[in-house]
């Protein structure tokens, strides 16, 4: 199994994003899909989840500018950034749960977003 991101770069202050999570291999079923981020000497941190039901959840700092979605069908997350500031710079990464046949967790090799002018 392989999550693979895409839709990272350099955005001004006040732009947007969209960045895209793939799951591909031998996937019987996928649960709860997240997005997380990292910079350099901080902890991993939750940016938001999104549930096989397509219950969301968000961290303080980006609700209302982010939105979490997924295609069941493509085995796909999607995380659409508004509104963008210089921190929110970071690697983005994909995680999720998937049954193949049994649960496991997986992550994503990350995507780098920068905010910057």
């Known amino acids: 199994v392989q999550l693979v991101e895409s839709g990272g770069g350099l955005v001004q202050p006040g732009g947007s994003l969209r960045l895209s999570c793939a799951a591909s291999g031998s996937i019987d079923s996928i649960g709860e899909m997240s997005w997380y981020r990292q910079v350099p000497g901080k902890e991993r941190e939750m940016v938001a989840t999104?549930?096989?039901?397509?219950?969301?959840n968000y961290a303080p700092s980006v609700k209302g500018r982010f939105t979490i979605s997924r295609d069941n069908a493509k085995n796909t997350v999607y995380l659409k950034m508004n509104s963008l500031e210089p921190e929110d710079t970071a690697v983005y990464y994909c995680n999720a749960d998937i049954f193949l046949p049994r649960w496991s967790n997986y992550w994503g090799q990350g995507t780098q977003v920068t905010v910057s002018s």
């Open positions: 999104i549930s096989s039901n397509g219950m969301t």
